[in-house]
């Protein structure tokens, strides 16, 4: 097990870990007790057995983790668990952090090149120039498929 | 189409980039539409700081053995840091200035003879200003300054990033910002790294930007693997990790006759 390894996931993911914990346990200070032990137990085993996995299911790993932790001290310091801990945020979301149906209705709404746009310009923060050398689009094109995809969508949500 | 309201652990997976592209692209696109996301993403924003500065360091402490808590910020009106000698070529000088940039800041009028600032967007990087009566923006990555030049780094848009400052000095990188922190830095319009003074010497200034906190130990493994890059003039940005490596080369300006 790499500590560099190690070091960078704690850098990275401690805030998720930190804030699904919170959400189950309603304490900071058993939150901070449970990422200490998920990193200083599990993340390392971690490491060593999904070693093919991508940065972003590493995140969902180690929050499905800090999910599963939470749950066990939770268990360990109540009386009564099963009464008291319901369907957090923290126990559906992890559980299910892929797409959902708002999320497939909302993205087909527009085409995949407008799609590529708004994702290189919002999420990756590339330029206009940046977007359109990318793409092999005109500046003045990529733009005006980013308004019209983005007002698709605004339209879309709208009719919500 | 019915949205279903976005949670709290949605948008921590969302800013630990912990989820498929796709959705990552629609939570992106419901914050530039929705005001009240915005909203409940900026208290998230604030709440994972607070993570970082309370109980994060202690956490960084107990399992790698050393503190992610940045050292105090200078108080005295204006020194020469010895420690910093003589590998570097720039010494750092005291906040004692920044209230008139985050003054300006906070107004963010523009008139002739007055500083001029102004973030934009949400990118990555820095943009450096020389600072004299007024701020000058330094477009070029090849600076050409005077002795005791005093530069400023502003960031290039309005979201919060994280920081760190090396030179480059005959092939010995030298971090001068944050000094004893292990991890990048918090910066923001309001929270501004140390003016620098320039010394004269011939200099590589690198800023390096993320928009998450990443161990110092990895942002110098990158610079370390780039160092001809950062040799050319003008010297190449990159992009690794998604951390973001801004090199600028500081010349000693010739007087011309």
């Known amino acids: ?160 | 189409m019915k949205q279903k309201p976005l949670s709290d652990i949605d948008l921590q997976l969302f800013l630990a980039k912990a989820l498929p592209l796709r959705k990552r692209l629609y939570i992106r696109i419901l914050l530039l539409l929705s005001p009240e996301l915005q909203k409940q993403y900026a208290t998230i924003v604030a709440e994972n700081a607070t993570f970082m500065n309370r109980e994060q360091p202690r956490l960084h402490q107990s399992l790698f053995g050393k503190s992610t808590k940045s050292a105090p910020t200078p108080k005295t009106s204006l020194f020469m840091v010895p420690w910093l000698k003589p590998a570097l070529s720039f010494a750092l000088v005291a906040l004692i200035a920044l209230p008139m940039v985050t003054t300006y800041m906070a107004t963010n009028t523009h008139s002739p003879g007055q500083p001029y600032y102004a973030s934009k967007g949400s990118g990555l990087g820095v943009s450096l200003y020389k600072k004299e009566k007024e701020y000058t923006l330094l477009s070029d990555s090849h600076i050409t300054l005077n002795i005791s030049d005093t530069l400023q780094l502003m960031p290039m848009g309005t979201s919060d990033q994280f920081v760190a400052l090396y030179t480059l000095h005959n092939n010995t990188l030298s971090r001068i910002y944050p000094e004893e922190a292990q991890v990048l830095t918090l910066f923001n319009e309001q929270t501004l790294p140390p003016s620098l003074i320039f010394d004269g010497d011939t200099t590589r200034l690198i800023a390096v930007t993320a928009e998450t906190q990443h161990a110092l130990t990895q942002v110098e493994q990158i610079i370390a693997g780039f160092t001809s890059g950062y040799a050319q003039t003008p010297p190449l940005s990159h992009l690794v990790d998604n951390i973001y490596i801004q090199p600028f080369l500081i010349t000693l300006e010739v007087p011309h006759d």
């Open chain 1, 1 to 160: 097990m790499n500590n560099r390894q190690l070091e960078n996931l704690f850098m990275q993911f401690s805030p998720l870990a930190f804030s699904v914990s919170v959400s189950v346990l309603h304490s900071r200070e058993e939150a901070e007790d449970v990422v200490q032990e998920l990193f200083l137990n599990r993340v390392p085993k971690m490491i060593d057995r999904y070693s093919d996995v991508s940065p972003e299911e590493m995140g969902r790993i180690i929050a499905r983790s800090a999910k599963n932790l939470s749950i066990d001290m939770f268990r360990k310091k109540r009386r009564y668990p099963e009464q008291q801990i319901g369907e957090t945020d923290a126990v559906t979301q992890v559980e299910n952090p892929a797409e959902t149906p708002e999320v497939t209705t909302l993205l087909n709404a527009v085409n995949e090149t407008d799609r590529e746009v708004l994702t290189l310009k919002y999420l990756n923060k590339l330029t206009w120039t940046q977007v359109a050398e990318t793409l092999g689009l005109s500046e003045v094109g990529s733009r005006k498929r980013g308004r019209i995809a983005l007002e698709r969508i605004k339209n879309l949500v709208k009719r919500g």
